[in-house]
């Protein structure tokens, strides 16, 4: 699945998760979380197994439910002692929904090979085509189809959904941007 997939997916579910849990939509800074939580194991695994070439594939490590058991709950215990228990909820929602986007609709008939990276290292990874690198990647190894389509039309509900709740997380980037413009307004020669 492309990273836009992976957010919309992850936004989704957890927007749903706030309305229904929460009574809210999502807050700014659990909406970040998600988000990243979206991208992780793609961030970590992509470019150790495509540009360093120190996992077997792209979908190992950090897609692993085996990494995920180890790595969530303290990831949800800390933020809890931090008194951000949101975040660490938002975070592993993130994570665990990208783990579940990665699984091939072949599965649902049956087909259960390609979803062998869920328990990596004790089963191998699927084949991969060969990936010469994160840029090579982007430019050859996805193309355009219906599976690629159906990610379009979740990015788009997704950006509805964030939208109508109150563009969650973009007020970080709005201030920064409005500092930058203050300090450059002050500091220009008049």
Do not use: N
């Not at 495509?50 to 949800?76: C, K």
């Not at 050859?140 to 969650?168: C, K, N, S």
């Amino acid at each position: 699945m492309w990273p836009w997939g992976h957010l919309a997916v992850a936004y989704l579910l957890y927007a749903g998760y706030a309305r229904r849990r929460l009574d809210s939509p999502p807050l700014a800074v659990p909406a970040l979380a998600v988000a990243l939580g979206s991208q992780f194991p793609d961030l970590i695994d992509k470019p150790l197994a495509w540009s360093i070439g120190v996992l077997p594939g792209g979908r190992t490590l950090t897609h692993s439910l085996l990494v995920a058991a180890v790595l969530l709950p303290p990831v949800v215990r800390l933020a809890a002692r931090l008194q951000r228990r949101g975040v660490g909820v938002a975070f592993a929602v993130g994570y665990l929904s990208h783990l579940a986007a990665d699984v091939p609709p072949a599965v649902l008939t049956g087909e259960f090979a390609g979803a062998r990276f869920l328990l990596w290292p004790l089963l191998e990874a699927p084949p991969e085509d060969p990936v010469g690198g994160l840029l090579d990647a982007v430019l050859h190894y996805y193309e355009m189809g219906i599976y690629e389509t159906v990610q379009f039309v979740l990015l788009a509900a997704a950006i509805f959904v964030w939208y109508r709740d109150g563009t969650p997380g973009l007020e970080y980037p709005r201030r920064l941007l409005a500092g930058a413009s203050e300090r450059w307004r002050a500091e220009r020669p008049r």
